[in-house]
């Protein structure tokens, strides 16, 4: 795909003015004699790319956004750099004691500015669901459509700065199991998670942070509805990652996730998480982690493993 | 001229002024800030003699990547390997002068955009991978360079 368009260019075009105190200065440069090659070199205009460096459009979180495996983070997803598009897909499986979660979904990252992600999870209660009289291997099922923006900063390229790279988020979460959902105590089907995120790559160091505010109603992130019969309102959480690099495709960190409790017969834990995350190519990346879940409704120590698989472009 | 044109040449003007204050001619930040705690990385890269040979490696890959070859294809490159030695050398604190142009001034009449920045930089990193530059020495070098984007993206 070659679409060939030249944002510059175009935008140049629409300030007609500009070209023309461009064409007016270069016209007045003394020193312009005839250009060498290198000066009519051109950057390759196509728009599908993959030039942002390896692992700095981070992995695919559990809600579809850029991130780590449980948060989202600043970076605008793909591999497109601020003059291309970029596009990946992920699958992803939490395994624990007594239920497991998979997860699907795809982003696009536009211009390393907007990202637009879509995400499908399957909650399986497994012998839970027999326990509670809904039946073995009973599933909550979810639907997040996500919509992060990039407002400031460079995670990657400021390094003489402090300023991490700020970005604004919001997760539309659909659940299809509303009738359930308020029998338990739940006040809503379906909800909207805010957030704000900053993070920063810390090269001397080798180091990733990344920091997110999110405000949330979503009881286990939305799988088991929203609001409920302890609280109703929008919560403030803290969610935390850092990622030690270990080489250009290899880097190890935790996760931290505040998360709100919200329904009183289905108590709710924060959840944490240690990480590896390998990626042989910007095609392709691939994060282990060991999760810890806490309670989740009526069991509880809900340890295990989280294991994603990213495609893209 | 009626005060509908006047209205609009006035605007332009105020536009146009507003284009030129927007891209002043900025002075160039210090290409080659040595930092005398980075003595230790120098030494990982084998001295100025090591970051000599780096060069040659680097260059050949740039040459060999689509996205950066035109550009040096036909450059000086013996003049500009010196030179990125020179700039490297005083960067990680070791006993050289850097002799060459700012960054601005000598990316100015290039069209260079993060895409290219981005490739020099992974092209740059392979060649330090092929010299067995410890990976954590590399970032204490890219952590220098990579604010340079400011001065050598010359396409917004
Ligand atoms: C942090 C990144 C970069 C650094 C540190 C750097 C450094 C340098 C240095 C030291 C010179 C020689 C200056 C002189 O002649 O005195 C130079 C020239 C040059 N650079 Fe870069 N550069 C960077 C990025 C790039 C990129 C991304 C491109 C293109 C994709 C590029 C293309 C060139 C070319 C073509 C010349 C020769 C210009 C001429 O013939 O006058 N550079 N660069």
Redesign the pocket.
């Known amino acids: 795909m070659n679409c060939s368009l030249r944002f510059c260019g175009s935008v140049t075009m629409a300030l007609a003015m500009g070209a023309g105190v461009c064409a007016a200065a270069q016209a007045a440069d003394p020193e312009s004699g005839p250009a060498?090659p290198?000066?009519l070199?051109r950057?390759d205009d196509t728009l599908a790319g993959s030039d942002k460096l390896l692992l700095t459009g981070g992995v695919s979180q559990l809600e579809g956004a850029a991130g780590g495996g449980l948060t989202p983070w600043a970076v605008i997803g793909g591999y497109g750099t601020r003059d291309q598009i970029g596009a990946n897909a992920f699958l992803t499986r939490v395994g624990v004691q007594d239920y497991h979660l998979d997860g699907a979904g795809a982003l696009i990252g536009f211009l390393d500015r907007i990202e637009l992600s879509i995400a499908r999870q399957r909650f399986d209660t497994e012998d839970v669901g027999a326990a509670l009289g809904l039946g073995r291997g009973y599933s909550f099922t979810q639907t997040i459509i996500g919509l992060k923006v990039k407002l400031a900063g460079d995670a990657v390229l400021e390094q003489d700065r402090w300023l991490p790279q700020v970005s604004v988020g919001a997760q539309f979460k659909r659940n299809d199991r509303g009738d359930l959902l308020r029998a338990i105590g739940a006040k809503d089907d379906h909800g909207v998670d805010f957030y704000v995120s900053a993070t920063k790559l810390y090269l001397s160091q080798s180091v990733l942070a990344n920091l997110t505010l999110r405000f949330t109603r979503a009881n286990q992130i939305g799988l088991l509805g929203f609001g409920g019969d302890r609280n109703d309102s929008y919560r403030p959480q803290l969610e935390g990652s850092v990622a030690w690099l270990l080489s250009r495709k290899l880097a190890i960190g935790a996760e931290y996730r505040m998360k709100p409790d919200n329904l009183g017969i289905a108590a709710e834990d924060d959840w944490f998480d240690a990480f590896i995350a390998w990626a042989p190519s910007k095609h392709v990346s691939l994060t282990l982690a060991y999760a810890d879940l806490g309670n989740i409704v009526i069991k509880d120590r809900q340890r295990g493993l989280y294991a994603s698989l990213q495609v893209g472009f | 001229m009626n005060p509908m044109q006047e209205l609009a040449a006035r605007l332009a003007l105020a536009i146009l002024t507003l284009l030129a204050s927007a891209s002043p001619a900025l002075a160039d930040e210090n290409?080659a800030p040595s930092d005398p705690s980075l003595l230790p990385v120098f030494e990982q890269f084998g001295g100025k003699p090591g970051i000599d040979a780096l060069m040659e490696d680097f260059m050949v890959k740039?040459i060999e990547d689509p996205?950066?070859r035109n550009?040096?294809a036909e450059?000086?490159q013996t003049?500009?390997k010196a030179?990125?030695a020179?700039?490297?050398c005083v960067i990680l604190g070791g006993p050289c002068t850097?002799?060459?142009?700012g960054?601005r001034?000598?990316?100015a009449?290039?069209v260079?955009n993060q895409g290219?920045?981005?490739?020099?930089?992974e092209d740059?990193q392979r060649a330090m991978d092929m010299h067995d530059i410890p990976f954590r020495a590399q970032n204490r070098l890219l952590a220098v360079?990579?604010p340079?984007?400011r001065e050598?993206?010359t396409e917004p």
């Not at chain 2, 290219?116 to 930089?121: E, K, P, Q, S, Y």
């Open positions: 060498s290198a000066e070199a950057p | 290409p740039l996205r950066t550009y040096f450059a000086d003049h500009i030179m990125l020179e700039q490297f850097y002799t060459g142009k960054m001034e000598a990316h009449k290039l260079i290219g920045f981005n490739a020099l930089v740059l360079l990579a340079m984007h050598v993206i």
